[in-house]
């Protein structure tokens, strides 16, 4: 079905090869755009905000070679000019969500959005809530999130900064004791924020409380210097986002008043008595709702990286398959559809997911700040920590695959994805590092596995493993049964099942050999990871099948979404057909009638694959690619981006007469 776009997407000239791609669309590109965007009316008001924004000069991106403090500058100036946007038009949390996002989060103030204001907003009280949030919504108070330590991480149970309640003086103390104890990695922190909701042990009268948050003021007010007891700094260049000034902190004898506590679940009273409401996790509310987000922003990286590398691959041509006939579109060649398929059906799978993980945290936090009721946040940890831990494996392995699938142009910043895998590479050790959040999702599976073997009663996500898979066989006989959601669904939950229970068995054959538990759980790590991923690929694969079963839309997009999420769960097979071999899932020959499937569905893939990623609809801007444009004129932007780069604007740059003539004259006079 061919189909129009909006003219603030098109240029002059249109690429032809994008053209022809998409008249073969066999589906409405509007009406999946408006499903990804969760309705007719969320469109209409994203493409308004886009018209405002994105044709604003500040908030168009700009040149990207240029040193780190111009880069840092320009990032609070689109951070200003937002801000001054947001108050005059009035806009929504909701609005800002999509601003953030048009903008790819490149601008200064993203921590102090979304990790400052949503901890004041779940763990304050009311008092708190009404005291700082007006104060952060308009800058008064630019915030960050300082949770990381240099020496800890992921283990938060270890950090060293302590805040000790003095009841003399109704004041918390505040210190870095240690060089490993100081705040490291924070965005915002280093130069931005005059505010910093600092993570610490809460001491009192000799005895550890726990974790908590405390506000601190880092910054005057008046003229943004560091206030007494304070040191920050920024750590350094990074791989990505040079634009954010991530920082390190020192306190030393910092004091603040008794209500800089967040205690919206636990409290100290004015003589030094602590009391809470509910369960420990809850200072991890935060932290909870980023590894949310961030399921999210994988989404968006990998959706925008097969934009790009989908766009190019159809408008550039190289080579033929038979001598002397004319070059053909890269993507006509079966191995680079096997670099971009997997990705294109990748980002539908996130998108699904990412909507039912949002979905859920709703769910779990409404019920936590209502009713004080803690009883899914287990569960929902435990897939969580799976899912942050897979989508951005996902984003970073996709992005990596389609940066080398666009050839040495992939290579060049202005290509948009050297950006991209450099912004997921944070995301992948940033908010818990991978493999620790895998152990901590296979610590919730071992807790079920060890319900379900005693009879009790499963949440959903891990209901599978109360499943009798001793008489499962395979139903598979033909390459067409491989296209079954329900078959899929079962082939990775029987894998899933059994990689859970060989860790289980791993893990008490070490307890029963005499280990002790740390030791034994140590040596079995490798296969409680294993178990991990297959639980969340399970998870994936699962909730793509059913956001499909479930979905409101026509028959072409079902038909075109549904030959996607097959293609990803029999992907995941050929990938990982070792363990489903081992699992029983499946036999030899069913693997073969399953690589035979999968390969047949790229050529049933390729007439979407541009209209699919036209689907997202992501601006040009956004996108800031010169090979990834809606019009896919590749050759005209690569050649405009060089001769604006900087060392095009000097024909004879004076590096050359400072260094390389004066040699040369030397050299010369000796001969």
Same mark, same amino acid.
């Given at each position: ?75 609070? #100036? ?47 009280? &009311? ?24 020496? $800890? ?23 870095? =004791? ?7 990695? =924070? ?12 993570? &610490?042990?809460?001491?009192? &009268? ?9 506000? %601190? ?34 306190? @030393? ?100 997911? @990412? ?6 945290? %709703? ?62 590479? %944070? ?64 082939? $990775? ?38 178990? &991990? ?136 006079? #000796?001969?």
């Amino acid at each position: 079905m061919a189909y129009t776009k909006e003219p603030d997407q098109l240029s002059i000239k249109t690429n032809v090869d994008l053209l022809k791609e998409r008249q073969t669309a066999t589906f409405d590109v509007a009406s999946l755009t408006q499903i990804l965007d969760g309705g007719k009316a969320k469109t209409r008001r994203r493409k308004q905000l886009e018209s405002l924004v994105l044709s604003d000069p500040t908030l168009n991106p700009l040149d990207r070679s240029v040193d780190r403090l111009e880069l840092y500058d320009r990032s609070l #100036r689109k951070a200003a000019r937002v801000y001054e946007l947001k108050v005059k038009h009035n806009w929504s949390p909701e609005d800002m969500k999509m601003v953030l996002r048009m903008l790819n989060d490149e601008h200064a103030l993203g921590v102090h959005e979304v990790m400052f204001i949503p901890c004041i907003e779940r763990l304050g009280t &009311a008092a708190q809530r009404a005291k700082w949030l007006p104060r952060a919504h308009t800058l008064e108070i630019i915030g960050t999130y300082a949770q990381t330590e240099l020496g $800890h991480g992921t283990n938060l149970a270890g950090l060293e900064t302590t805040a000790t309640y003095e009841p003399s003086s109704g004041q918390f103390i505040l210190n870095t =004791p240690t060089l490993s104890a100081m705040k490291w990695w =924070p965005g915002n922190l280093a130069k931005t924020a005059n505010h910093a909701l600092v993570l &610490a042990q809460l001491w009192i &009268a000799g005895k550890k409380f726990g974790m908590q948050a405390f506000m %601190v003021q880092l910054r005057s007010l008046e003229d943004h210097t560091l206030l007494p007891g304070i040191e920050t700094g920024d750590i350094g260049p990074k791989m990505g986002v040079p634009y954010t000034d991530n920082g390190y902190l020192i306190l @030393k004898n910092v004091r603040i008043p008794r209500d800089h506590m967040l205690a919206g679940f636990a409290k100290v009273s004015a003589d030094g008595q602590f009391s809470k409401v509910g369960s420990d996790q809850v200072n991890y509310l935060t932290m909870v709702y980023v590894r949310a987000k961030i399921v999210d922003w994988a989404f968006n990286g990998v959706s925008e990286a097969v934009t790009i590398a989908t766009r190019y691959s159809a408008a550039r041509r190289q080579g033929s398959m038979k001598p002397g006939d004319p070059e053909v579109q890269i993507m006509d060649y079966m191995t680079q559809q096997y670099k971009l398929f997997p990705a294109l059906a990748a980002a539908y799978a996130l998108f699904f997911a @990412k909507e039912q993980i949002m979905k859920e945290y %709703v769910r779990v936090t409404k019920e936590i700040q209502e009713d004080s009721n803690f009883k899914s946040l287990p569960e929902f940890h435990g897939i969580l920590c799976g899912m942050k831990a897979l989508s951005t494996t996902t984003a970073v392995e996709e992005i990596e695959v389609l940066h080398r699938g666009c050839g040495g142009h992939g290579y060049l910043v202005s290509s948009g994805l050297p950006g991209l895998l450099g912004f997921h590479l %944070v995301l992948f050790t940033g908010e818990g590092e991978n493999t620790v959040l895998y152990l901590q999702s296979a610590r919730y599976l071992m807790k079920s596995f060890a319900k379900s073997t005693m009879g009790q009663p499963l949440p959903a996500t891990v209901q599978y493993l109360s499943r009798d898979w001793s008489s499962y066989e395979c139903p598979v006989r033909s390459e067409r049964d491989c296209l079954n959601h329900n078959v899929i669904s079962d082939i $990775h939950l029987k894998r899933a099942s059994y990689l859970v229970k060989r860790a289980a068995d791993h893990l008490q054959r070490r307890l029963s050999a005499g280990d002790p538990q740390h030791v034994a759980w140590n040596r079995a790590s490798i296969d409680l990871v294993t178990a &991990a991923v297959g639980h969340a690929q399970a998870f994936v694969v699962c909730n793509f099948c059913t956001s499909l079963s479930q979905l409101d839309a026509d028959t072409q997009i079902l038909e075109v979404l549904s030959t996607l999420c097959s293609f990803y769960g029999l992907h995941l097979i050929i990938k990982h057909s070792g363990e489903f071999l081992e699992a029983g899932s499946i036999s030899g020959n069913q693997l073969e009638l399953i690589r035979r499937q999968e390969q047949a569905l790229l050529a049933v893939i390729r007439p979407n694959a541009v209209a699919l990623c036209d689907a997202f609809d992501y601006h040009d801007v956004t996108l800031n690619s010169a090979l990834g444009g809606y019009d896919g004129n590749v050759y005209e932007e690569l050649y405009g981006r060089a001769k604006q780069c900087v060392l095009n604007k000097t024909e004879v740059l004076p590096s050359y007469y400072k260094h390389i003539q004066p040699l040369q004259r030397r050299l010369k006079a #000796r001969l």
